[in-house]
T-cell receptor, first 114, second 117 residues
Framework: AQSVTQLGSHVSVSEGALVLLRCNYS??????LFWYVQYPNQGLQLLLK??????LVKGINGFEAEFKKSETSFHLTKPSAHMSDAAEYFC????????????FGSGTQLTVLP | EAGVAQSPRYKIIEKRQSVAFWCNPI?????LYWYQQILGQGPKLLIQ????????DSQLPKDRFSAERLKGVDSTLKIQPAKLEDSAVYLCASSLGADRGSSETQYFGPGTRLLVL
């Protein structure tokens, strides 16, 4: 069975500071990994995903994530936070045997301070 | 390209009443998903359709929840009777469903926020 752990349900950063949101997963087979963002009263929007190949994945809005198999991690980073980045972020995992089903973490609420 | 549409956006009902949610996926998307997102948690899959057939409904509480996807396009999710613990956001998502692998992107609608009193 797959599972996702997001460390820190709330993260606060100052505008212009580094954003680091942590995600660890468990999967018995090579995983596909996703980061979604959810703005208030909206659905989830894909930021980026890892399938195969290059382990550093670049996404929208300046975000990137690195797949580290040895650490079973897929942390999300952005060099410089912007006020518009304030939202909830979800890490999710699926694998070739799960018929495209996503298992989500519990989310991290990002606050950006002026 | 139009996104996933859901209605209503908000619904307040009393326990034991019934409620229905509607979803219109992105045109051409064969796979449709319903998720339940309880406050403070990540979305949890309730049911997955491929065209008008059910792929997985193992997490759907079938004593009170039902879903259908007639003609392989729109879908409805019904709760009857509702319980207090059904208060949540119900998200609909769709994907192309073209490949058998699991790397397809799912596109989410804005959700229906349900409050059961």
């Amino acid at each position: 069975a797959q599972s996702v752990t997001q460390l820190g349900s709330h993260v606060s950063v100052s505008e212009g500071a580094l954003v680091l949101l942590r995600c660890n997963y468990s999967s018995s087979v090579p995983p596909y990994l996703f980061w979604y963002v959810q703005y208030p009263n909206q659905g989830l929007q894909l930021l980026l995903k890892y399938t195969t190949g290059a382990t550093l994945v670049k996404g929208i809005n300046g975000f990137e994530a690195e797949f580290k198999k040895s650490e079973t991690s897929f942390h999300l980073t952005k060099p410089s936070a912007h006020m518009s980045d304030a939202a909830e972020y979800f890490c999710a995992v699926s694998d070739a045997g799960s018929a495209r089903q996503l298992t989500f973490g519990s989310g991290t609420q990002l606050t950006v301070l002026p | 390209e139009a996104g996933v549409a859901q209605s209503p956006r908000y619904k307040i009902i009393e326990k034991r009443q019934s409620v229905a949610f509607w979803c219109n996926p992105i045109s051409g998307h064969a796979t449709l998903y319903w998720y339940q997102q309880i406050l403070g948690q990540g979305p949890k899959l309730l049911i997955q359709f491929q065209n008008n057939g059910v792929v997985d409904d193992s997490q759907l509480p079938k004593d009170r929840f039902s879903a259908e996807r007639l003609k392989g396009v729109d879908s409805t999710l019904k709760i009857q009777p509702a319980k207090l613990e059904d208060s949540a956001v119900y998200l609909c998502a769709s994907s192309l469903g073209a490949d058998r692998g699991s790397s397809e992107t799912q596109y989410f609608g804005p959700g229906t926020r349900l409050l059961v009193l």
